[in-house]
């Protein structure tokens, strides 16, 4: 897959890395949806990429509203004809004891989190059934999809653990239609939604620094390429070494 001319949809691209891989996925020539609730972020997000040449449009849209992801999806399709890639990032966290755990916040971070995600595969992949085109959904995990390291955080973790399963239960099912799905779990990455201190998050990575987002826009990047087609229903790990030396 060569990015000129190729769509994609990428939620939570106001900021972070949802951000840094609008301009990646535009500086190699592709259209790109940004698909964000924040709108003033969401803007900012596209004239970045219009005034370095490439091309984009925004729309506002709440993950956790399935009305809202579809418009996006659809959106795509009316201003540039296609759906190639839809990148699910958009995420929150939600910080508080388990014993002290109010469940509006569960019920917050899971639905942006997990059903967030749930709905841009739903409406990508029906898109890109419909439209005979054979794209490739990123879906955006955490190691902590896979450690039980850091307390406080229990939506945080069971919502990134469910992105792993439905990566590997959606890309099961669309295989047939040879659309590809593909996870990722990042460590920590220096964006807003990462709330401890510098200095204690970057000896979690064997090279004692924070991931920048372009590190995981680059991967998404390269994880939508042909020659990575062979990489279906598996959660890749972007995360520096943080899940294996521990």
Do not use: W
């Amino acid at each position: 897959m060569n990015a000129k001319e190729k769509v994609i949809v990428i939620t939570g691209a106001a900021s972070g890395i949802g951000r840094a891989t609008a301009r990646k996925f535009a500086s190699e020539g592709a259209k790109v949806v940004v698909a964000d609730l924040n709108e003033a972020g969401g803007m900012e997000t596209v004239d970045l990429i219009k005034k370095a040449g490439g091309e984009a449009a925004y729309i506002k849209t709440d993950v956790a509203n399935v009305q809202d992801v579809e418009k996006a999806v659809n959106f795509a399709v009316e201003i540039y004809g296609s759906i190639d890639i839809m990148f699910n990032n958009a995420g929150i966290g939600g910080r508080a004891p388990l014993l002290e755990h109010d469940p509006e916040i569960y019920d917050r971070v899971v639905k942006v989190n997990q059903y967030g995600v749930y709905y841009g595969i739903l409406a990508a992949a029906r898109k890109m059934k419909d439209l005979g085109i054979q794209g490739v959904i990123v879906n955006n995990g955490s190691t902590f999809g896979f450690l039980a390291s850091n307390r406080g955080i229990i939506g945080y973790h069971t919502s990134k653990a469910a992105v792993k399963m439905m990566t590997q239960c959606a890309a099961l099912e669309l295989a047939p239609y040879g659309i590809r799905v593909v996870g990722i779990a990042p460590g920590y990455v220096d964006t807003p939604i990462s709330k401890r201190p510098k200095d204690r998050a970057t000896g979690k990575h064997m090279r004692n620094e924070l991931i920048q987002p372009e590190a995981i826009a680059d991967a998404v990047y390269l994880l939508c390429q042909d020659a990575a087609n062979v990489i279906n229903g598996s959660t890749v790990m972007l995360d520096d070494g943080y899940a294996v030396f521990k």
